[in-house]
């Protein structure tokens, strides 16, 4: 009798879920973004989340709640309910660099997030204001050797991947900075256009429509190869930084414990949307690329970049400010 009542309990859990997912979406999903409107991270988000209202007939609507390193957006999503309809857009410096970082995160991967799907992938530039003397990379090792500490770098956040290639960066050319966090790339990049600080590492997106007024210089690609869409930014490794080099890539989670099978639908939902033209298109216009994975492929991309900037970390001594 056990066994059988137990076979009905087992059923009963399970037709709920199929259910659910056959149905999903059939109410608003919200997408939270843990950075302010206006960086690479929230283009991604917003791009993301009308595509998804398109094909779904239900609006996607994307939550900006920026501050605390990131640590505020994401809690949000770790807390949310595991039913589909809270997503969490992280970045690697979310879910690689903050756990090696600060020993106490709020959150933990595995504990709180299951993964759905990378994003996109963006690159990230050196940027200088228009009024700076500063026109090489070897112009701001120059001036930051002569002030070891002082010149200042804008970047969207302490933990994020321009703040690790600041310290990269530091490591490998012996040159000090004066890190200046901002709670996301849009605030970020505004600073250095409105000349209030006189660099930053910012995603190229998130700086595209300063660069195109004039307000601000690209000086230098982080990645290690050029540009496909400005081939004429040298990278850093060209400019004698040896080694240095990485992009910004943004993921979406739902929180632990949400159904299998709506995670399944999402990620296959998810990468539809990122293999269309008008996205790819608009994700390249802001130098992004759309770069749809499997759950199984997104966790391991994190582990293999947490391991490797964790030993970047401990290189560098970076320390949380």
Not at 36 to 48: C, I, K, Q, Y
Not at 166 to 193: D, I, T
Not at 255 to 267: D, H, L
Not at 308 to 316: G, N
Request: glycine share 10%; charged share 15%.
């Amino acid at each position: 009798m056990s066994v059988i009542r137990a076979l009905y309990t087992s059923i009963a859990l399970l037709i709920p879920f199929g259910v659910h997912a056959q149905t999903f979406p059939n109410k608003p999903v919200q997408i939270i973004v843990p950075y302010a409107p206006g960086g690479s991270t929230d283009l991604a988000a917003r791009v993301l989340a009308a595509k998804l209202t398109e094909q779904w007939g239900q609006q996607v609507v994307v939550e900006n709640r920026p501050g605390g390193n990131g640590f505020i957006g994401m809690s949000a999503g770790a807390k949310s309910k595991p039913d589909g309809y809270a997503l969490t857009l992280g970045t690697v410096g979310d879910v690689a660099v903050n756990p090696a970082l600060f020993p106490n995160t709020p959150f933990s991967m595995e504990r709180d997030f299951t993964p759905i799907s990378m994003v996109s992938d963006a690159e990230l530039v050196l940027i200088a204001g228009k009024n700076t003397p500063y026109a090489s990379v070897q112009d701001v090792l120059n001036a930051a050797k002569a002030q070891p500490g002082r010149l200042s770098v804008a970047t969207s956040g302490m933990g994020t991947m321009p703040h690790i290639l600041l310290e990269w960066m530091s490591l490998v050319s012996g040159a000090q900075f004066q890190h200046v966090p901002y709670k996301g790339g849009g605030p970020a990049a505004a600073a250095v256009a409105g000349d209030n600080l006189p660099l930053g590492i910012l995603a190229a997106s998130g700086v595209a429509s300063f660069v195109k007024s004039g307000h601000v210089k690209v000086i230098a690609i982080m990645s290690p190869e050029r540009s496909k869409n400005n081939p004429s930014w040298p990278t850093l490794i060209e400019s004698g930084v040896k080694d240095v080099g990485g992009s910004g890539w943004s993921a979406l989670f739902a929180p632990r414990g949400t159904p299998p099978e709506v995670v399944a639908k999402i990620s296959a939902d998810v990468g539809k949307a990122l293999k269309a033209d008008d996205v790819i298109a608009r994700f390249s216009g802001a130098g992004m690329e759309a770069v749809p994975t499997t759950p199984t492929e997104l966790a391991t991309r994190i582990k293999k970049d947490r391991e490797s900037f964790a030993a970047i970390i401990k290189s560098a001594n970076v320390k949380p400010e």
